[in-house]
Nanobody, 123 residues
Framework: QVQLVESGGGLVQAGGSLRLSCAAS????????MGWFRQAPGKEREFVAH????????YYTASVKGRFTISRDNTKNTVYLQMNSLKPEDTAVYYC????????????????WGQGTQVTVSS
């Protein structure tokens, strides 16, 4: 019922910034909690950030606190991840996800996923 498409990834030097977008189609995201996850080759998908249905209570994994900001604009059916002060260890495919429930840090709690967008941070 929800289709998600990420964009905004790319190659950036350490210390740089990227803004990822996750556009939804099929229905509004207004009632869904949203999360961002990332996955490096050969590694498990890990939690990055999540936000509740109204755009409140943003939460981040410790490694990105102070550098990343999750936000949403329900009128545009879009969720964002602003990534500043990027580090090489941030390199991964980034996925957005949606669930019809409270925000969660667990990948398996999310029922809808985007295709992913590659973020590569060079040193």
């Amino acid at each position: 019922q929800v289709q998600l498409v990420e964009s905004g990834g790319g190659l950036v030097q350490a210390g740089g910034s990227l803004r990822l977008s996750c556009a939804a189609s099929g229905r509004t995201l207004s009632s869904y909690a949203m999360g961002w996850f990332r996955q490096a080759p050969g590694k498990e998908r890990e939690f990055v950030a999540h936000i509740n249905w109204s755009g409140g209570s943003p939460y981040y994994t410790a490694s990105v606190k102070g550098r990343f900001t999750i936000s949403r604009d329900n009128t545009k059916n879009t969720v964002y991840l602003q990534m500043n002060s990027l580090k090489p260890e941030d390199t991964a495919v980034y996925y957005c996800a949606a669930r019809a429930g409270p925000p969660s840090t667990r990948s398996r709690d999310y029922g809808y996923w985007g295709q992913g967008t590659q973020v590569t941070v060079s040193s």
